[in-house]
Structures are given as structure tokens and as C-alpha cells.
């Protein structure tokens, strides 16, 4: 038992620009905007909510992007505190954000980055 359960996955899609590539996104694939664009990052969803990606230009407080957001909801700190105890290393510490999250990033064992997040409203 790891004192945390995952209860949505997000990829995180790294781009050069947001606005040059929302009309893809939005047009091609019939995404929306699902609340929230931020200038280097916003989300993008299907009508039914099924489907969700984010969009990513340089994180804003992390050294780099991630692959995907993990949300663990309150379990965040079981969260970190499990990576820091499998020896996974921690590339941005565990972190309230001033946009309103609390999060870390873990490298996993493949190399690959994730953001591990608690939204408020979740």
C-alpha cells in the first residue's frame, strides 16, 4: 500500500507556442478549452470529458516539462514521501504553487518525468 491513490492521468504535451498550436487541437481533434490557460500551459479536453491534454511550453517553476500529470488528490505528500523512500529522484521538490496546486516531479526509473499533483477540487 503506498498511502496514495491515482485518480486521473494527463499528457502533458510539450510545444513552442500554445496559441499556434491550440487550432489543431481544438479544430482537427474537436478539443476545448476545459477552464484554464495560463500562457505556458493549458488543458484542452473533449465535450464529454472523456479525453484531456495539456499543452506545455516551459513549466514555470520546474527545471523541466513532464510526460504526464498523475493527480493523487490529499495524497500527495504519501506521494513524494514514497518516491523519496524508493530512491526515485525528486527533479522539483514538493511545492505549493502560487497558481493554486500543490505538486512535485519524479523521474521514473525509464528516464521519463512526472507531475505529481493535488488539484484543490480534487
Same mark, same amino acid.
Given at each position: ?6 485518480? *486521473?492521468?494527463? &499528457?502533458?504535451?510539450?510545444? +513552442? $507556442?500554445?496559441? /499556434?498550436?491550440?487550432?489543431?487541437? =481544438? ?11 495560463? *500562457?505556458?500551459? &493549458?488543458?484542452?479536453?473533449? +465535450? $464529454?470529458?472523456? /479525453?484531456?491534454?495539456?499543452?506545455? =511550453? ?65
Amino acid at each position: 500500500m503506498t498511502g496514495f491513490t491515482v485518480n *486521473g492521468i494527463t &499528457a502533458d504535451l510539450t510545444v +513552442p $507556442d500554445i496559441a /499556434a498550436a491550440r487550432g489543431f487541437y =481544438t479544430g482537427y481533434l474537436g478539443l476545448s478549452v476545459e477552464g484554464f490557460d495560463l *500562457g505556458w500551459v &493549458a488543458r484542452y479536453c473533449s +465535450p $464529454d470529458g472523456r /479525453a484531456e491534454i495539456q499543452l506545455v =511550453t516551459h513549466d514555470a517553476t520546474a527545471p523541466r516539462n513532464p510526460v504526464v500529470s498523475v493527480m493523487v488528490g490529499a495524497g500527495v505528500g504519501a506521494a513524494y514521501e514514497e518516491a523519496r523512500r524508493r530512491g526515485f529522484e525528486i527533479v522539483h521538490p514538493l511545492t505549493e504553487e502560487p497558481w493554486g496546486l500543490r505538486r512535485f516531479f519524479v523521474r521514473a526509473p525509464d528516464g521519463n518525468v512526472l507531475n505529481i499533483v493535488s488539484h484543490p477540487d480534487s
